[in-house]
């Protein structure tokens, strides 16, 4: 198998795992969100420190955790995700799937907005079509929910400014991974002691198939990552933007047809406007791409005799 398709394969693999975790975090109740997520982070640290050992990649950590400038956006980077996924999980535990989803949908247009804002990048002029679109999407979605779909915006803009927060510092995936979950480990721990004492704990209490889900959460959430870091060394950025739709079609799709979430005229027309935006999105970056690659193409030429 060639690098392309190589990349490719696991970027299908990063996105469609994702697009299956609506089916994956109801398995872990009776526990709730915060036990879920405490959970989540203190078996992803440990399978990644396995990985680590494995691959003997920890001089990478060592020099991430002695840059005062990388951990401190590590620390950022690590808060944000794990607010990510209490609203994730809470997102999907009481049935609010279909907004989840559209969580993800709106992400790459979140993230256009921070460049704009942080980086004081220019948008294009279908750039600037598609951030309106969607604007107006949400306004259609608000209206129909009664209340800004608060769920979804919430998981766009914290994984938005969470991949900003990577995009300041060069770390891999594992590493990376490694260090943001230490960071939080402390508060995670702190939290299952908590609940423990309150009796409100379901590790300890609701089997040991039950403990063992939990447990695998670590695998769960580390795997598709570095799936995913595989894919980006591998493939162009567009593809990799072209094969990140896939998680909320998936998100959607097990919303509607598996837990049988309502979907009325007004909130289909408020997805349908903002699929409208992310394929003037799509066009404009597959054709910026394409330019860009003619571009190098051409300086790479040889000159002509």
């Given at each position: 198998m060639d690098e392309r398709r190589s990349g490719v394969a696991s970027g299908l693999a990063a996105y469609g795992l994702w697009g299956l975790f609506p089916l994956y975090f109801p398995l872990l109740e009776p526990a709730g969100g915060v036990?879920?997520?405490?959970?989540?982070?203190?078996?992803?640290?440990?399978?990644?420190?396995?990985?680590?050992?494995?691959?003997r990649r920890w001089a990478l950590v060592r020099a991430a955790v002695t840059d005062r400038r990388t951990l401190l956006v590590l620390l950022g980077a690590a808060v944000l995700i794990a607010a990510n996924w209490l609203v994730f999980v809470y997102g999907v535990n009481s049935g609010h799937v279909v907004e989840t989803s559209l969580g993800y949908f709106i992400n790459p247009l979140v993230s256009v907005l921070l460049g704009v804002v942080v980086f004081t990048e220019r948008l294009r002029p279908l750039q600037w079509v598609a951030v309106g679109t969607a604007?107006?999407?949400?306004a259609v979605l608000t209206v129909d929910y009664g209340r800004p779909p608060w769920i979804a915006l919430t998981l766009a803009a914290t994984f938005g400014l969470y991949g900003l927060m990577k995009k300041l510092v060069r770390v891999e995936a594992a590493p990376g991974l490694f260090v943001e979950t230490a960071l939080v480990v402390v508060p995670a721990l702190a939290a299952l002691a908590v609940l423990h004492a309150r009796g409100e704990a379901t590790a300890g209490s609701a089997?040991?198939?039950?403990?063992?889900?939990?447990?695998?959460?670590?695998?769960?959430?580390?795997?598709?990552?570095l799936l995913f870091a595989a894919a980006t060394r591998r493939i162009p950025l567009s593809t990799v933007g072209l094969l990140q739709y896939l998680t909320p079609l998936m998100q959607l799709a097990i919303g509607v047809f598996v837990y049988s979430e309502p979907m009325p005229p007004a909130r289909l027309a408020g997805f349908v406007i903002v699929w409208i935006a992310l394929a003037v999105f799509t066009v404009d970056s597959l054709r910026q791409a394409r330019a860009g690659a003619r571009r190098r193409s051409a300086q790479e030429a040889p000159a002509s005799v």
């Open positions: 036990e879920i997520v405490a959970h989540r982070v203190v078996w992803s640290l440990v399978f990644v420190a396995v990985l680590l050992t494995a691959r604007g107006v999407a949400v089997g040991v198939g039950h403990l063992l889900l939990l447990m695998s959460s670590g695998v769960a959430t580390a795997v598709p990552l």
